[in-house]
């Protein structure tokens, strides 16, 4: 791979882009819990860190761990490489390849290694589960093991093996860009689907509203965070494909407890 000095390698580029993403929106829900602006979708108690006390972390995370894995990524051939435009039907399919790729390696990485008893103070994930879902950018407050199990290698095995995106631009901006909004969005405390989640009756009107509240939820990983074992899948975004196989999406783990018709509290249900 030859390097230009007029032209950054295209990692760099998609890393700044992703940099500006998520920083920028970060701000954005910052102001809406400076001026409460949209209060009434805030469904949990902002923080108690503050914000200036998690960026340290999470900037050390994007430098230090994110930057130079996207760099091997590319300098292995792997991503980030390829053709300048890759076409709508490709980048569709990749995005699509890419979100169930996320959901599995992510699910692996969070539910049966950070998830261990014995691994989850040692390995960090406690870090974690010490923010409350309640402020955006605490979705990259983690360890290092942590933030390259559960952000990094979750993006970037996928990516490679649907061929790497290309050297496309608008293709990796949009997916870092968005994978960036549903992790700030789904521990922002906000959750947008409250005005849609309580329509009711059978008319089509109703049945969408009710499948759009589904779909811009924010509640999958808050019930992760306030209770531990459910909802192992990244949550905004997310297809939660490996939550729904293996019955451990928040709704499911409610529902089995309920049969069980004892006391056993919901969160319990699962191991
Ligand atoms: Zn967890
Ligand atoms: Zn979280």
């Known amino acids: 791979m030859q390097l230009s000095l007029s032209t950054p390698p295209l990692f760099l580029t998609v890393w700044a882009a992703q940099m500006i993403a998520y920083h920028g929106i970060g701000l954005w829900f910052l102001w809406l819990d400076r001026t409460r602006r949209l209060a009434r979708f805030k469904t949990r108690p902002v923080e108690r860190r503050p914000y200036v006390e998690i960026l340290p972390r999470v900037l050390f995370n994007q430098i230090v761990i994110l930057l130079p894995a996207m ?51 040692r390995l960090g994930h406690s870090v974690h589960h010490s923010t409350t879902a309640s402020c ?8 290092a ?78 019930e992760h965070h306030a ?14 494909l490996c939550d729904t196989i293996f019955r451990t999406r928040w709704d499911l783990v409610r529902a089995r407890a309920r049969r069980r018709g004892n006391n056993e509290p919901a969160s319990e249900a699962t191991t």
Request: aromatic share 12%; proline share 3%.
């Open 136 to 143: 955006s950018i605490s979705a990259c407050y983690m360890s």
């Open 71 to 121: 760099a091997l990524f590319q300098f292995a051939g792997l991503a980030f490489v390829g053709p300048a435009h890759i076409g709508l039907v490709a980048a569709i399919l990749s995005l699509a390849g890419m979100s169930i790729g996320h959901d599995v390696v992510q699910y692996i990485f969070h539910r049966w290694l950070m998830h261990r008893p014995d691994l989850m103070n």
């Open 227 to 240: 209770r531990g074992n459910v909802s192992f899948s990244d949550g905004f975004g997310s297809s939660s």
């Open 145 to 222: 093991a942590d933030f390259l199990a559960e952000i990094v290698l979750p993006y970037l095995i996928p990516l490679a093996l649907v061929g790497g995106g290309g050297a496309d631009v608008a293709f990796h901006v949009f997916a870092v860009t968005a994978g960036a909004f549903g992790g700030l969005y789904e521990h922002s405390g906000y959750d947008f689907s409250l005005t849609h989640a309580g329509a009711e009756g059978a008319s089509v009107r109703a049945w969408m509203a009710r499948a759009a509240a589904t779909m811009i939820s924010s509640r999958a990983h808050a």
